[in-house]
């Protein structure tokens, strides 16, 4: 039997102008969105229903990206703008309100995604000046800023965080005492790099850089992890192509690229689903992709999903050779 | 900001849009002298590498040309071989054009120069290429003299039609963006003349017949076939034009802002709302022609800039040529120039020898970078966000197996027109689709409580004989008298047994017993050796012991009193003294006696003869007599050859009561497991089974067996879910809650339920009671994720310390300090969700499991040389004591069809008692393999 993908909730936003981003929190419960109307909007698609719960206004300019925070925060959901400004925006009692905004950067803020929650409340936001931010909660309404410049020359367009890893994650550490995290994320820009940060001694430091897009680096994603010691990153690209990078030793430094593949356009999107084992990559030939890794190690696509009729068509032999 | 800069007086061509690297040429200008008053023309390759934060381009190669420079261009011409780079046309003087390899540039290779010609007069400051065909090249120089070239044959060029009128300079040629035949020419005295080369004529001639338009520039739209700009170099008419060529009489608009004539533009081929300027008011701008308004402005420099480009492969990139000698590459996305501005001073700083360029002794202060310049380098961003940055389309997984995706629904390119689409899509994907078949024939199984024939599928579907073996065990776990089933699993039949104790007895006891080697070459039953023993099968030895037991040859009543044994014996005897009396059997090997003395001496004695008798008696047998006779079932278990494993299991299912029974059989798993060896490994399952260890079963499972993918989890989780069953319906209750492995791959295969959006299956894989962190994250999650399905229902606590974000009303002291989220992090504890249990050697001396309920902790296997076929005697006090096994005892739940053995040393007869039992497995193979000395079958052939 083949995969399927059916379409269970169609959403009419009433966005204005184009949409830059949806994401579902982390009970699939609620779906957010933001455009470049500057608006970002919060539904309630529980039970294939879509209430408006939250029209939220503040930004100035179109609004790229929204990330939900985990719940033991709350309601909370970050939004990056071109008007360079990252929001917070909180729920209290059913309200939905600015709880932080981050002016911090020098031109438009393209990528934000919060931390494994065991770290605390972090957030990252890549810009186009070059810069990354790492925003922390510090308690009772305060936020420290970290600041990586020039992290990617002409701008970072992605970033996105490693799954909480312990060193010898075996050994329970000793009660009351912070673990020991290794903190990374990668990051992708408009210096067709891929860049591995990783946090020694409170200060970030790049790790890795990952060389093999001929063009900027849309959108990178850091697999959660499935409980193998393999990390794996997807990075996706103008030039068309999804490399698959995977590091196998703890240290974090040999990575290695795969090819996935090369589409004839624009690569903007890839998302990797909670399991870990598929990989949806979205591209401007309009077309969704997912992909998954076969027993020897090759990705083979395994639905073409049409946006708007959702449906799925088989691939066959020869489409896949052709892809 | 500012990315590059280098010093030069040159003209520039950035390589084409596919090129990668990016590499930007610089030619020497003609127009220009520097103070060297030198006329020596250079054509350089520099790699524009954003990826290196500084300003250095890094010059890739260099040539020497005949001619310097006006006009300068990069096209695709022979990038069809792979080593090609395209081709740089230069316009020079004297009507001189050149072309070069830019492979050969790159390569220092001979010969850079391919193709050179002189048919134009005057400088050629005027080069296009066509943007369909890549061997097309339009020039323009004096005398309104325009030629068409195919670089396939260099010489010989075409004219676009008949020279206009007047005789003038061309300024610009420019292909059309969307038409193939269409060029236009720009001409300073400001027409532009647009040629179609089918007709070979000018078809328009476009001019606002002010006779101020001077113009220097000129380009299409990159989008609109029939739309122009021209920009007027006159300082009295400082402004860009918009021709729509389908009303040429006057401008659509005109882009007013520049003080002084304008010098360049070029207009953005990834947006064409963005269109840039360089004029003699020492100003960039960057214009959206649409608006008419400056979306971007580059602070005002000292200097002109002559000329302006895009780069076509990297749309937020441009280059400006100034007449101060420099080229510089700029950025429109905004950002802060004060890193790059100190590493320039430093660079400048450091140029002069260490500081200290006089040899003064005295050290340069560091150069302090006015502030004022560090305040203007902070340029805005583009004012409106351009094209590229614009993400139309998207896709983002979400929990239970969600897609997300959004965008586009009209092919791409036909965006100007299109309005966009407001929908999201929330699609469920389901791909594991075997997985959920087999997936939801558990549940159904499970539902139904039909657990038997759900085996019995599995039986007879399994493909390994391991694999049918574990199914059979599972459902002999799940049936009455599962004991004595098992038993006969591992090859041990008492209707067998009591067969060929009959036709034993009844032909006579062999003359001889088979010698241990004879039945070692005996290939058909290797697997039948029992405890130390690779001799006759133990019950028939018992039968022969037995008998040797009873007294013979007994006559007439003879007290001896002599001083021989005999005689001290009846002496000791007729005095009492049973402990004496028995001393001297056992010193004369009378064993015999000493045993039958001992029985009449008391429990005591006979404790103490027995284990005389077993201390000097080793006879390959006698281990085994010893253990079962002293109730030694951990000694078996311990000492054992493992490859006896299954007799060893048989003794203890046989003997052992229940509390030990699961103990010893752990024990035995443990043993097998230490091993490191698979097929060991798949026995040790088997023993969990035995002892319903879920836990164990699953820890050894995975050491083996591969349970990352869905199937394979499937596979595991099957027998997990049937054995804990069969537990529970001998208990009568819940089984008990999941250890940290099983909870591990519980927590993963309902993951994976949810992934292929069963939600409310997966749920009801994750046991209530377990307090295992991940089963109740994932409860959590799945209870809200099922929204108003699961409304009647309590849910389930929040199994995260949650964190309040914002300023807090009422002070709390989780708040203070400024260390809430790090506080809160540290309490939901080291516990990582996804983090697997890799370095899981086993080491049965780790008590690292105490959340196991109703388990013993296991003790150090004591580490001993086991060699096949040797006795080792058993260490009488390693391990946890063995409880003793009390007379009459209740018999164990657990065993619910079987007799309580209750004197020991009756075994034989509790075996036979208790033979009536259920023929459903495997009775064809033990029967039909009944043989007087063989009871044991092999189990693979089960």
């Keep these: ?323 | 900001m500012k990315l590059k800069e280098i010093e030069r007086t040159a003209a520039q061509a950035w390589s084409p849009a596919n090129n990668h690297p990016i590499y930007l040429a610089t030619g020497t200008s003609a127009q220009q002298l520097d103070a060297s008053f030198s006329t020596n023309a250079t054509l350089e390759i520099f790699e524009v590498d954003f990826r290196d934060p500084s300003l250095d381009l890094k010059q890739k190669g260099t040539l020497p040309a005949s001619n310097r420079f006006h006009k300068l261009i990069w096209g695709n011409f022979g990038n069809g071989s792979p080593e090609s780079s395209g081709v740089i046309i230069g316009g020079g003087d004297n009507g001189v054009l050149t072309m070069y390899s830019v492979h050969r540039i790159l390569a220092s290779k001979s010969e850079p120069v391919i193709g050179q010609t002189e048919k134009h007069s005057g400088p050629v400051r005027a080069l296009d290429f066509n943007p369909f065909q890549s061997n097309l090249l339009a020039s323009g120089a004096n005398d309104s003299e325009i030629f068409i070239w195919d670089l396939n044959n260099f010489s010989v060029p075409m004219t676009p039609g008949a020279k206009s009128q007047p005789h003038e300079d061309i300024s610009v040629v420019s292909w059309n963006r969307q038409v193939q035949h269409i060029l236009s020419s720009a001409h300073p005295s400001g027409k532009a003349v647009v040629w179609d080369l089918r007709k070979n004529e000018p078809i328009i001639k476009v001019s606002d017949h002010s006779n101020r338009m001077h113009c220097s520039g000129m380009a299409w739209h990159p989008e609109v076939a029939t739309q122009l700009v021209l920009s007027s170099e006159d300082d009295r008419l400082p402004v860009i034009q918009i021709w729509d060529l389908r009303f040429a009489t006057s401008p659509l608009s005109q882009l007013e802002g520049h003080t002084r004539g304008v010098l360049s533009v070029s207009w953005c081929q990834a947006d064409p709302e963005l269109l840039l300027s360089s004029a003699k008011d020492n100003r960039i701008l960057c214009w959206n022609p649409n608006m008419g308004e400056v979306v971007y402005e580059l602070p005002i420099r000292s200097q002109w800039c002559f000329d302006v480009q895009w780069c076509p492969r990297n749309p937020s990139v441009f280059s400006a040529a100034t007449f101060d000698g420099w080229i510089n590459i700029y950025s429109v996305m905004g950002g802060n120039l004060e890193a790059q501005q100190k590493t320039q001073a430093d660079k400048i700083s450091s140029s002069f020898n260490n500081l200290d360029p006089f040899g003064t002794g005295q050290i340069l202060p560091p150069l302090q970078v006015p502030e004022q310049v560090a305040q203007t380098t902070l340029i805005p961003p583009l004012k409106k966000p351009p094209k590229w940055i614009r993400r139309p389309v998207g896709v983002s997984f979400a929990f239970g197996g969600k897609l997300i995706t959004f965008g586009l629904t009209k092919a791409p390119g036909q965006q100007m027109q299109q309005t966009y689409p407001h929908q999201v899509f929330i699609s469920q994907v389901t791909t594991e689709t075997e997985f959920l078949l087999r997936s939801r024939e558990l549940q159904m199984a499970l539902q139904s409580g039909n657990l038997l024939d759900y085996c019995q599928g599995k039986i007879q579907t399994a493909k390994l004989p391991f694999d049918e073996n574990l199914w059979n065990f599972l459902k002999v776990n799940l049936e009455q008298e599962s004991r004595s089933k098992l038993l006969k699993l591992l090859g041990y039949s008492k209707e067998d047994l009591q067969k060929k104790i009959t036709s034993c007895l009844s032909n006579g006891i062999p003359d001889k017993q088979p010698l241990p080697e004879a039945n070692e070459t005996n290939a058909a039953q290797p697997d039948q050796l029992l405890i130390n023993s690779s001799d006759a099968v133990a019950a028939v030895s018992s039968s022969a012991f037995f008998d040797n037991l009873i007294p013979q040859n007994i006559s007439t009543l003879e007290i001896p009193v002599t001083e021989d044994t005999d005689g001290l014996i009846s002496q000791a005897l007729l005095l009492g003294n049973f402990e004496s009396a028995v001393e001297l059997c056992m010193q004369a090997e009378r064993f015999a006696d000493a045993i039958i003395l001992a029985i009449a001496g008391g429990e005591n004695l006979l404790r103490e003869t027995q284990k005389h008798y077993f201390a000097k008696q080793k006879t390959k047998l006698s281990v085994l007599l010893s253990s079962i006779v002293q109730q030694k079932w951990q000694d078996i278990v311990c000492t054992c050859n493992l490859q006896s494993w299954k007799e060893a299991l048989a003794i203890l299912l046989t003997y052992s009561k229940h509390e030990d029974y699961t103990q010893l059989c752990d024990m035995l798993g443990a043993r097998l497991e230490s091993e490191g060896d698979a097929g060991l490994s798949n026995d040790a399952c088997l023993c969990y089974i035995s002892s319903g260890n879920v836990e164990r079963l699953v820890e050894c499972w995975v050491k083996n067996h591969e349970t990352s993918s869905p199937l394979a989890l499937q596979d595991l989780i099957e027998k997990v879910m049937v054995l804990n069953r069969s537990i529970e319906m001998l208990q009568g209750t819940a089984g008990p809650a999941p250890g940290p492995v099983l909870a591990e791959r519980i927590t993963q295969y309902a993951s994976l339920l949810a992934s292929q959006g069963c939600l409310a299956a997966a749920m009801d894989y994750l046991p209530r009671s377990s307090k295992e962190l991940l089963i109740e994250q994932l409860r959590d999650r799945l209870f809200h994720a099922q929204g108003a399905n699961v409304g009647d229902q309590q849910p389930p606590p929040f199994p995260y310390t949650r964190v309040n974000v914002g300023v807090i009303k009422h002070t709390s002291p989780a708040a203070k300090g400024g260390s809430a989220p790090e506080g809160a992090a540290s309490k939901t504890g080291p516990r990582h969700p996804e983090k697997p249990n890799y370095q899981s050697s086993f080491a049965p001396s780790a008590p690292s499991q105490p959340s196991v309920p109703s388990l013993f902790t296991p003790q150090p296997v004591p580490a001993m040389s086991m060699t096949p076929h040797h006795v080792t005697p058993p260490q009488a006090s390693t391990g946890p004591q063995t409880g003793v096994y009390s007379r009459g005892s209740p018999y164990p739940q657990y065993n619910l069809g079987l007799v309580p053995a209750a004197i020991s040393g009756q075994g034989l007869l509790y075996l036979q008692r208790t033979s009536q039992l259920s023929e459903r497995l495997g009775s064809s193979e033990t029967s039909s393999s009944s043989n007087c000395c063989c009871m044991s079958t092999d189990i693979k052939h089960i």
């Design chain 1, 1 to 323: 039997l083949p995969p399927q993908v059916s379409v269970i909730n169609t959403v009419d936003t009433s966005h204005e102008d184009m949409i830059h981003d949806a994401q579902m929190d982390y009970y699939g419960t609620r779906l957010a969105t933001c455009s470049s109307d500057r608006s970002v909007k919060i539904f309630d698609v529980r039970n294939g229903g879509q209430i408006l719960i939250a029209d939220l206004r503040g930004h100035e300019g179109p609004v790229w990206q929204v990330a939900w925070a985990h719940p033991m925060y709350g309601n909370i959901l970050a939004s990056c703008s071109y008007d360079r400004k990252v929001i917070v925006w909180k729920e209290e009692n059913g309200t939905w309100e600015k709880t932080y905004e981050y002016t911090g950067h020098d031109s438009s803020v393209n990528s934000v995604c919060w931390a494994p929650h065991d770290y605390g409340l972090i957030l990252a936001c890549g810009s186009s000046d070059g810069a990354i931010s790492l925003l922390s909660y510090t308690g009772d309404g305060q936020w420290e800023v970290k600041k990586i410049s020039n992290a990617h020359t002409i701008g970072c367009n992605a970033v996105s965080w490693a799954p909480a890893v312990v060193p010898g994650s075996l050994i329970e550490q000793p009660s009351g005492q912070k673990p020991n995290y290794i903190k990374r994320f990668a990051s992708g820009g408009c210096d067709n790099l891929v860049k591995i940060w990783k946090e020694e001694d409170g200060q970030w430091k790049e790790e890795q850089k990952l060389e093999a897009h001929s063009d900027w680096v849309r959108d990178v994603a850091w697999a959660p992890s499935i409980g193998l010691p393999t990390s794996t990153i997807a990075s996706c690209s103008q030039d068309g192509r999804v490399f698959i990078w995977t590091c196998d030793d703890a240290s974090g430094n040999s990575w290695s690229p795969k090819l996935l593949h090369k589409f004839n356009d624009v690569v903007w999107h890839v998302s990797w689903s909670i399991t870990a084992n598929i990989l949806a990559v979205s591209g401007g030939d309009n077309k969704v992709t997912l992909w998954k890794e076969s027993v020897d190690g090759l990705w083979a696509c395994i639905s073409d999903v049409n946006k708007g009729q959702g449906g799925v068509s088989a691939i066959t032999e020869g489409q896949q050779n052709e892809q």
